[in-house]
């Protein structure tokens, strides 16, 4: 069972042979230190899932770090702009899906990077995204840590 400060018990079940990794943080002004608990299946623990199985855990569901990170890892190219349409993709070919989390978003996105170049030349031969009229470097946002893990208030 999963529980914490405002969330509700989980049963989980991680399969055979999860590792779990266990600590404590001292934070000032508390008297007792902070304990935690990170339970990773197999399949993760030993790297299997990432882009070469079709499948990407990502830590955050925010579309503008989906489309990054996706573009990041499959070495695909693109504009930042591009994010809302690809999160729109992603959608209709039901290749995104939540992971459990607690103090993050985390989903799955399914697919390789053939399918996801060929979304991306569906949606500029439709004029559904366009490629940017000059040419240039391309500023992508950087995303920080505070930005994926859900602030406690």
């Known amino acids: 069972m999963i529980e914490g400060p405002e969330v509700p ?17 001292q934070l000032p002004g508390r008297k007792k ?28 569901s925010d579309k503008q770090f989906v489309w990054t990170s996706v573009a ?4 695909i190219p693109g504009i930042p ?6 999160a729109d993709e992603l959608n209709s070919h039901r290749a995104i899906g939540p992971a459990l989390g607690l103090g993050c978003d985390p989903v799955i996105v ?3 990077k053939e399918q996801f170049l060929d979304w991306l030349s569906w949606g500029v031969e439709s004029d ?3 490629l940017p ?12 840590l ?5 602030q406690a208030e």
Not at 9 to 25: D, M, T
Not at 137 to 144: D, L, P
């Open 110 to 112: 399914k697919g390789e």
């Open 146 to 150: 505070k930005d994926i893990f859900l």
């Open 33 to 60: 230190p902070l304990r935690h608990l990170i339970g990773v299946s197999e399949e993760l623990a030993s790297g299997s899932m990432s882009a070469n199985s079709g499948r990407t855990l990502l830590a955050s």
């Open 81 to 86: 702009e591009w994010a809302d349409w690809f």
């Open 9 to 25: 018990p989980v049963r989980v079940c991680l399969e055979r042979n999860a590792q779990c990794f266990k600590g404590s943080i």
């Open 72 to 75: 990041h890892i499959y070495g």
């Open 133 to 144: 009229a000059k040419t240039g470097s391309i500023r992508w946002a950087s995303v920080g």
């Open 128 to 130: 559904a995204i366009s």
